[in-house]
């Protein structure tokens, strides 16, 4: 895996992750997050074993590949760079990130380990237009706590 990519998309993406992953301190894996390239977006898979959330993000694809990274970690660690493009490479088993003033390598879990993401079987599909949908919630939003 060989991708670049803006530091704001990326931080934005690990901190939705961020919600879902990283509270389980007895299951350590699920303190990570799956990282993969397809063409030329990043997916970010993360769970709890309850839920899952899977995030999206435009980046440039040099070689394909997938890694389990700690979230929070590298939340941490690419919120405290100063520079706005960013390159991710898998390096052995290792997760390599490089900006132009740093270089850090972060420890990965193993492939195999991660929970499969589950698979969402077919259900019922609707559509709704935007100005009913923001009508109905106004409605209700004082009922909510």
Do not use: W
């Not at 405290?80 to 003033?101: F, G, P, R, V, Y």
């Not at 709704?128 to 409605?139: C, D, F, M, N, T």
């Amino acid at each position: 895996m060989n991708i670049t990519c803006l530091k704001n998309h990326l931080i934005k993406a690990l901190n939705l992750s961020l919600l879902q992953a990283g509270k389980n301190q007895n299951i350590p894996i699920l303190q990570g997050g799956l990282i993969k390239t397809q063409k030329n977006q990043l997916l970010i898979e993360t769970t709890n074993l309850e839920s899952a959330l899977r995030v999206y993000l435009p980046v440039k694809t040099e070689k394909e590949g997938e890694i389990i990274a700690p979230i929070k970690t590298l939340s941490s660690l690419i919120s405290n760079l100063k520079d706005e493009k960013i390159k991710l490479e898998k390096k052995e088993n290792n997760l390599e990130i490089l900006s132009q003033n740093s270089k850090t390598l972060i420890k990965s879990y193993p492939l195999e380990e991660f929970p499969a993401f589950p698979k969402i079987k077919e259900g019922i599909e609707f559509k709704i237009r935007a100005q009913e949908l923001v009508s109905g919630l106004k409605s209700v939003i004082n009922s909510v706590s």
